[in-house]
């Protein structure tokens, strides 16, 4: 019995926009683990509609069977692939036995559906046809929709707890995979003996278009992305849908063959103009970089200029005289400090983001730079009434390999920044040596103001600053931790920070090689 109809092709048409929304966004992050498992589950979902617009038109009982066990092949993965999807999606990492459970279950039940124990015969209604259901198809249903009743429960639970942004992407995939993944399973009735208008296969339709909007569209695209976007499918789709047209089986290899071809050249016809549009990206980064540093660097520069200016001329004009007149002086003395560190900083920063910068790494002594450090910054911490102290190792520290500038300059910046972040307590430093990672640590530890989560994560970047730092030091660069990544970095070391929390203070630990062979 041949069924073929125009709504036979509601499958296809269904097959071809699953299929398109699921290679557009694995193209995009080709490696990702979200995006891979994206587009297998839009693959299986695709496999299902194919098959079923075979199966539609199919002329023979035994095509039938064929194409509907061929169905199969997609769907027992469906469920294990969109669960899988869901944890990623939501970060929850405490479910993965149900994933342990999963994958071995949908193996098992495609081979148990090319058995008659899964199902066998035709059921031939008005709209189609569908193999009949046998016990093991009702076990494999109860599989299937648990793992779509907690996929959706994630999913909710995800949803309730985000915000902003987020919040309206979650709305849109919620809704997107209710239409499909609720209304879709309705193909399953007439495996059961009742008759189902086909019009459900086009649900894979409306699923395209509502998480193509919400995944892609509510990032802005450039325009020539989504010009090559669109040629690409209307391409691939060309030559796709002429692959069920073939009428014999070299014709369909050559078809297939054909396909594979535009599909590789497609992916990397996409991946250049993605890294096209990268780079024009990161070029207008460096340029908001540049805005942002001559922004910083003129109110920085002015401030302390300012200030040495205004006492130098109260000075000169004698009215300032007497013991004001040596406090001013010593005012004076430390804005100009400042300025020195701030130029030393911006400069530093400059040499850092481009490849002028030349290390010498020679061996050098930690703790001589150490004691150095806190001489230097005696009067500040003074001032602050804090405490700067440096326990010295019970054994005799190895020296480092190292620039010996730029290690009096990544200490300088670590201890200026405790100093700067705390209001009582001190500042306490001390090395470690670990002889089996030939490696010495610096400790700095503050009794300050604490790092958040939040600002763990950024604090490390170009002109980026906690919340609290900048109200309690309005007038710092944002540069000194940068510059301290950097550098360890250079001399191919490693920067940590540690920290219980808001005004609980804060570590951070240099980790250095020595310079023992």
């Given at each position: 019995m041949n069924i073929t109809s125009t709504y036979s092709l509601l499958p296809l048409i269904s097959s071809i926009f699953v299929i398109a929304l699921g290679f557009f966004i694995w193209i995009k992050r080709i490696k990702e683990k979200l995006h891979i498992l994206f587009f297998a589950y839009c693959f299986n979902i695709s496999i299902w509609l194919f098959g079923t617009f075979k199966l539609f038109n199919a002329i023979t009982e035994q095509d039938q069977i064929w194409w509907d066990r061929f169905i199969y092949i997609g769907v027992v993965f469906i469920p294990i692939f969109l669960y899988h999807f869901g944890l990623i999606y939501t970060n929850i990492l405490n479910q993965k036995i149900l994933l342990y459970v999963g994958y071995p279950l949908a193996i098992?039940?495609?081979?148990?559906?090319?058995?008659?124990?899964?199902?066998?015969?035709?059921?031939?209604?008005?709209?189609?046809?569908?193999?009949?259901a046998q016990q093991w198809h009702t076990v494999f249903l109860i599989f299937f929709f648990f793992y779509f009743t907690a996929f959706f429960i994630n999913l909710i639970k995800h949803y309730r707890n985000t915000k902003n942004e987020r919040k309206k992407q979650v709305k849109y995939l919620l809704i997107a995979f209710a239409i499909l993944d609720i209304i879709g399973p309705l193909a399953y009735l007439p495996a059961y003996g009742i008759p189902i208008f086909p019009i459900i296969f086009l649900s894979g339709v409306p699923f395209a278009l509502i998480v193509g909007y919400a995944i892609i569209k509510h990032n802005v695209l450039d325009v020539k992305i989504i010009a090559t976007e669109i040629f690409v499918f209307l391409l691939s789709l060309i030559n796709f849908v002429e692959i069920p047209f073939s009428q014999n089986t070299t014709e369909l290899v050559l078809r297939l063959c054909v396909f594979v071809v535009i599909v590789i050249f497609s992916i990397f016809l996409l991946k250049g103009v993605y890294n096209e549009v990268e780079q024009r990206k990161q070029l207008k980064e460096l340029l908001k970089?540049?805005?942002?540093?001559?922004?910083?660097?003129?109110?920085?520069?002015?401030?302390?200029?300012?200030?040495?200016?205004?006492?130098?001329?109260?000075?000169?004009?004698?009215?300032?005289?007497?013991?004001?007149?040596?406090?001013?002086?010593?005012?004076?003395?430390?804005?100009?400090?400042?300025?020195?560190?701030?130029?030393?900083d911006l400069l530093s920063a400059s040499e850092l983001e481009g490849s002028s910068m030349k290390l010498e790494c020679q061996p050098v002594n930690i703790e001589e730079i150490i004691q150095n450090v806190i001489q230097e910054r005696a009067q500040m911490t003074k001032e602050k009434n804090l405490t700067l102290e440096y326990k010295s190792s019970k054994i005799k520290l190895p020296q480092i390999l190292s620039d010996?500038?730029?290690?009096?300059?990544?200490?300088?910046?670590?201890?200026?920044?405790?100093?700067?972040?705390?209001?009582?307590?001190?500042?306490?430093?001390?090395?470690?040596?670990?002889?089996?990672?030939?490696?010495?640590?610096?400790?700095?530890?503050?009794?300050?103001?604490?790092?958040?989560?939040?600002?763990?994560?950024?604090?490390?970047?170009?002109?980026?600053?906690?919340?609290?730092?900048?109200?309690?030091?309005?007038?710092?660069?944002?540069?000194?931790?940068?510059?301290?990544?950097?550098?360890?970095?250079?001399c191919d070391g490693i920067v940590q920070v540690k920290s219980e929390g808001e005004n609980k203070g804060s570590e951070f630990i240099l980790t250095l090689h020595t310079a023992e062979k």
């Open positions: 098992f039940f495609l081979i148990l559906s090319r058995t008659d124990y899964f199902v066998k015969d035709l059921y031939q209604y008005r709209w189609g046809v569908h193999t009949v970089i540049k805005s942002e540093f001559l922004t910083i660097a003129s109110h920085q520069l002015r401030t302390p200029t300012s200030i040495a200016r205004g006492m130098l001329s109260m000075i000169v004009d004698g009215s300032i005289k007497g013991k004001q007149k040596d406090d001013f002086i010593n005012k004076t003395f430390q804005s100009v400090n400042r300025l020195e560190r701030i130029i030393q010996k500038l730029k290690t009096v300059e990544i200490i300088g910046n670590l201890v200026d920044n405790a100093i700067f972040y705390t209001e009582k307590g001190g500042i306490t430093i001390w090395c470690e040596v670990i002889p089996d990672k030939k490696v010495l640590e610096i400790h700095i530890k503050d009794t300050g103001i604490g790092i958040t989560n939040n600002d763990r994560e950024r604090i490390f970047g170009q002109f980026q600053r906690g919340e609290r730092s900048l109200r309690i030091h309005p007038n710092g660069s944002g540069l000194g931790l940068f510059i301290v990544k950097k550098i360890v970095e250079a």
